[in-house]
Nanobody, 123 residues
Framework: QVQLVESGGGSVQAGGSLRLSCVAS????????MGWFRQAPGKAREWVAS???????NYAESVKGRFTISQDNAENTLYLQMDSLKPEDTAIYSC?????????????????WGQGTQVTVSS
């Protein structure tokens, strides 16, 4: 089981930027995928971005061109750089690791989750 701890959330105005971090520990094997998900009040959890073990990245259409996922292997840290933020990006953001199934854009494939960090974007 991978332990994940997120940080970097906060409140910004529309058009601003935030960078989320997720420190991973305890992984016995390299995850197939590392991903970011978000959940807004009253809405279902939504996949935001992911990186597979080949370092290929993929993004939801709603964030493509504004968000960037990256990983620092030396620090076991996953990042999500969020630029040009919009009020509709407001949500709790969680990072996750998939170590059993090689599917990167579906929440059911992920078996380790962080506690989440709140991102609030005001207009």
């Amino acid at each position: 089981q991978v332990q994940l701890v997120e940080s970097g959330g906060g409140s910004v105005q529309a058009g601003g930027s935030l960078r989320l971090s997720c420190v991973a520990s305890g992984a016995a094997v390299s995850p197939y995928c590392m991903g970011w998900f978000r959940q807004a009040p009253g809405k279902a959890r939504e996949w935001v971005a992911s990186m597979d073990r080949e370092r290929r990245t993929n993004y939801a259409e709603s964030v493509k061109g504004r968000f960037t996922i990256s990983q620092d292997n030396a620090e076991n840290t996953l990042y999500l750089q969020m630029d040009s933020l919009k009020p509709e990006d407001t949500a709790i953001y969680s990072c996750a690791a998939a170590t059993r199934v090689y599917v990167c854009s579906q929440s059911w494939a992920y078996n380790s989750w962080g506690q989440g960090t709140q991102v609030t974007v005001s207009s």
